[in-house]
Antibody, heavy 117, light 108 residues
Framework: EVQLVESGGGLVQPGGSLRLSCAAS????????MNWVRQAPGRGLEWVSF????????YYVDSVKGRFTISRDNGKNSLYLQMDRLRDEDTAVYYC??????????WGQGTLVTVSS | ETVLTQSPATLSLSPGERATLSCRAS??????LSWYQQKPGQAPRLLIY???KRATGIPARFSGSGSGTDFTLIISSLEPEDFAVYYC??????????FGGGTKVEIK
């Protein structure tokens, strides 16, 4: 059974940092490009970041460029999102999602990040 | 950035009725438009990809159509478990990948 399990969310003050993890099981992460997608409370979905299978190609939404860093460890079947200089507007549930051609086939259950003083 | 506009924002229907959801793109996305279902407290689930292909395990009452800038998701006969929020998404013109604002299908 395919599973994606996020962890690392929590309460952090503005300007702080968090590192999210996404552990994959039931498939080989190395075969899939991966994404982070977030959802602010009561709002819609927003794509945040993408990383290619080999980790060498990365993209970010403009609002997080220079603050967030996506990475992966295929040997550990894991995906990461390092979030620095966090802002109130980064408060959201963060999902990892597999890239299946042009769509997101598999999703984790999400991890809540709350940025507040 | 390709903006996806979903309509209506809310659809109030009864079980057994037909639901028609629309997604319009600000520029062509060819056939590369996906639909997702999200229930409260749950992650989104892929329903339709490449405009009209059902994802694994998705019932035949869900169908998608369209190309270019205009797309439609139809639920032929609503089951109780279909009341949820539906999002369209494109990754054809990117980055960034974009989602529509969602259509909530609620019980009338």
């Amino acid at each position: 059974e395919v599973q994606l399990v996020e962890s690392g969310g929590g309460l952090v003050q503005p300007g702080g940092s968090l590192r999210l993890s996404c552990a994959a099981s039931g498939f080989s992460l190395s075969s899939y490009s991966m994404n982070w997608v977030r959802q602010a409370p009561g709002r819609g979905l927003e794509w945040v970041s993408f990383i290619y299978t080999d980790g060498n190609t990365k993209y970010y939404v403009d609002s997080v460029k220079g603050r967030f860093t996506i990475s992966r460890d295929n040997g550990k079947n894991s995906l990461y999102l390092q979030m620095d200089r966090l802002r109130d507007e980064d408060t959201a549930v963060y999902y990892c999602a597999s890239q299946n051609d042009y769509s997101y086939g598999w999703w984790g259950q999400g991890t809540l990040v709350t940025v507040s003083s | 950035e390709t903006v996806l506009t979903q309509s209506p924002a809310t659809l109030s229907l009864s079980p057994g009725e037909r639901a028609t959801l629309s997604c319009r793109a600000s520029q062509s996305v060819s056939i590369y438009l996906s639909w997702y279902q999200q229930k409260p407290g749950q992650a989104p689930r892929l329903l339709i990809y490449d405009a009209s292909k059902r994802a694994t395990g998705i019932p035949a009452r869900f169908s998608g159509s369209g190309s270019g800038t205009d797309f439609t998701l139809i639920i032929s006969s609503l089951e109780p478990e279909d009341f949820a929020v539906y999002y369209c998404q494109q990754r054809y013109n990117w980055p960034p990948a974009t989602f529509g604002g969602g259509t909530k299908v609620e019980i009338k």
